[in-house]
């Protein structure tokens, strides 16, 4: 029997390294999104200093793991061999739910999975002892269970959520009135004050949050803050100002960078500190209980846990192992990444591709917020307006270097995000609510982001869909959290050791099969073969700059071409469905490019109209044949997977000596482009009167069948349906070569944009 509850504890070791590693991707946004997306200092010392902060905070941690104590459910009310039923099921549950976020690249609370999993398992089995009891019903759950620590938790998550936007934004508009766009120029006590604020709220937090249960920390000390804070706090801010005036004036330091870095550390710190718990804290629950049920001598189904309720000291090396993986994983987790880049996006100043659709709710939400604004402006006295207008005038951008370099926001909203989430969950815990941190971090970027102006009316329904689809996502993680662990207790209480190993394989599986599709998107994104957007300044600049996407375009739709017409001839649904991906990643870039055109004319020498009608013209014409190579795709792989009648041989023959033309086209197309030797296009473009007069006689063919032989209504339709596309694509294919052999001249140098080397190389860098 004993062997059951070893292999248990191996199998919750594995699974607390591997949640180490899924919960720090996720919550990783909550202290690199302002550093990153300001680009305040280099990416390389973002992640040393969140790094420091990760460790310090683990090592600094008392160790206290009393998840499973907070009164979630009542231990004593349940035997060893049940706790261990619900610590194997939350394990498993957590790991799969946050790396699914993960994948998804979403952000949500590890304390609130955690607690919610917690939950569900234990009121299943509650539920499940119940039953088996006649002397109880279902009115006695409440001895099993603590109802109101959810509903504490639950609204937790409201108040998170709108205090948070609401003081983030409200600070933000103030910051901004006082400092602008241009707070670089403004006097240096100005920035000096800002900074006794900044760092004295990060500084209260660290004490506070960050550092409350560290063994060094005093108790005493702690109390006196607690009593004092006003006096605290008031010191505090003088000291702070005096001295980031002195190093402002002394050493011509940016101070805006220093709150960031302090800021950054600072929650990296609280992160690893408090949140430990929600990654280890379950396996280190049921190993102590093993020990005490081994040395009781009395059987797993009679030892009652109501030993758990009390503390349990943490070994030192094993939250040393755990800071470790920490560390590890901020360095090298891409999901991370993901899962900061969408908080970072959502907040960004300036236009993105946007990831989150608008939908009906995010659309009444802008119209009702204009409606607001515009009475709200009512108010206001012609001369108040303008003040304030006259603040939120942005710098002029410069177009000299790639969008992507720029920062996402400016350091002056980076130091109000870092600022207002110190404060509010700095007084949360001195309140003891239960405010997640990941909730406030993120709602207060977003409340900054809105009062910056950084939804605009192009941005503004795409942004508020994403945040409302993140926001859901916080709401589904309580109710996925807590049916998966009742789901997986159900499951181990029945299935005992079988039904472990089972679970465990599917996990690993899943596991695997996200980190797989993941990396596999991670490289698509990667992958050379994408567009790229112009940055030249000239004519003759953009058709040389062009040519590398033309040669893409070319050599991928030759690709999606003979896919769809060999998928065909073969009857492989799965290759036309992997076909039909590929013409709509392609039509997406072309999109793209388009969506680049504001920017691509900004960059523009004066005289250069010609340039702009040219570029406009070679997107137009990609995106004609996108368009047929999509139709093409789409009509090829409904026809097979509605299971029609196949294509004759004849038809198939003729569409192979079709798509050799095509190929033969493409690739002395892409020959031409890829050398830039752009009078060889004229030799293309003889043969057009060849090809087009191919395709005609393929369709009289078939016109003579369909009178005569032809059976078949649907084959005849994809038949003269691929034909006339292809003509389509020809024609799109032959006026874009007309276009560049038109335009193109040997005889001029290309101007292309001037870029900042030491910019460029600071970027390399980051």
Known sequence: MENIYIYMLVALAFLAIADLVVGVSNDAVNFLNSAIGS??????????????????????????????????????????????????????????LLDFFNTLGLPTSTTVSIVFELLGASVCVALLKINADDTQSILDLGTYINNEKAIEIILGILLSVVIAFSVGALIQFISRILLSFKFESKPSWYGAVFSGFAVTSILYFIIIKGLKSATFMSGNFLDLVQENTLAFLGINLIAWSLISMVVISAFKTNIYKMIIIIGTFALAMAFAGNDLVNFIGVPIAAFDSFNKWSASGILPTEFSMGSLAEKVKTEPYLLLIAGLVMVLTLWFSSKAKAVVKTSVDLSRQDDVKERFEPNFLSRSIVRGSIAISSSFNSLLSASAKEKIEKQFVKPVLSYTSSKEDAPAFDLVRASVNLMVASVLISIATSMKLPLSTTYVTFMVAMGTSLADRAWGSESAVYRVAGVLNVIGGWFLTALCAFTAAAIMAVILFYGKGYALSALLTIAIILLVKNYLNHRKKSLSIKETDSLNKAESSSLQGVIVESAGNISNVIKRGNKIYSGAINGLATQNLNALKKNKKNIEKLSSEIEDLRDNIFYFIKNLEDPSVNASNFYINILSYLQDMAQSLEYISKVSHKHINNNHKKLKFSQIKELKEVDDLIQRLFDDTKTSFDSETFEEIGKVLNNKKVIFDTLTQKIQKQVERTRTEESSPKNTTLYFSILLETKDLLTATMNLLEEYYQAYDDTVVPATIAVDKNKSKSSEEE
């Open 39 to 96: 680009k305040a200092i280099t990416f390389k010392t973002i992640m040393i200093v969140a790094s420091l902060g990760v460790a310090l905070g683990a090592l600094s941690s008392s160790g206290m793991m009393e998840v499973a104590r907070k009164g979630i459910f009542n231990p004593g009310q349940f035997m060893f061999d049940e706790i261990m039923v619900i610590f194997m099921a939350v394990m498993i549950t957590d790991i799969l």
